[in-house]
Nanobody
Framework: QVQLVESGGGLVQAGGSLRLSCAAS????????MGWYRQAPGKQREFVAA??????????????DYRESVKGRFTISRDNAKNTVYLQMNSLKPEDTAVYYC????????????????WGQGTQVTVSS
């Protein structure tokens, strides 16, 4: 089981920046993949960014993926020592307004792999015109 807690949301003007944090209850090095999704009112949850697992000794070795609309503006990163994944959001646009959710997809414990799709409670991001 993985518990995730997001923070860092808020209200910003268009063109501004926010950094979201996702604190995990276990080593993020043990998690298969972590990512960020968002959901606007009346809309389905959509993929924003993801990072594949990495070796603790090489925490920057994992690959990343972004939806096209955020490429060049958003960056997903990890701090292994803090068991935290970040989403740095720059050049924010009103259409980025949504509740942002952290996601963890599976984890390793010893030689065993446990499947599962874990979610945080979400953090609100509002971008004004």
């Amino acid at each position: 089981q993985v518990q995730l807690v997001e923070s860092g949301g808020g209200l910003v003007q268009a063109g501004g920046s926010l950094r979201l944090s996702c604190a995990a209850s276990r080593s993020i090095a043990s998690i298969n993949a972590m990512g960020w999704y968002r959901q606007a009112p009346g809309k389905q949850r959509e993929f924003v960014a993801a990072s594949t697992r990495f070796v603790a000794a090489s925490p920057r070795g994992g690959s990343t993926d972004y939806r096209e609309s955020v490429k060049g503006r958003f960056t997903i990163s990890r701090d292994n020592a803090k068991n935290t994944v970040y989403l740095q959001m720059n050049s924010l646009k009103p259409e980025d307004t949504a509740v942002y959710y952290c996601n963890a997809d599976g984890y390793y414990s010893g030689i065993d792999y446990y499947t599962g799709d874990y979610w945080g409670q979400g953090t609100q991001v509002t971008v004004s015109s």
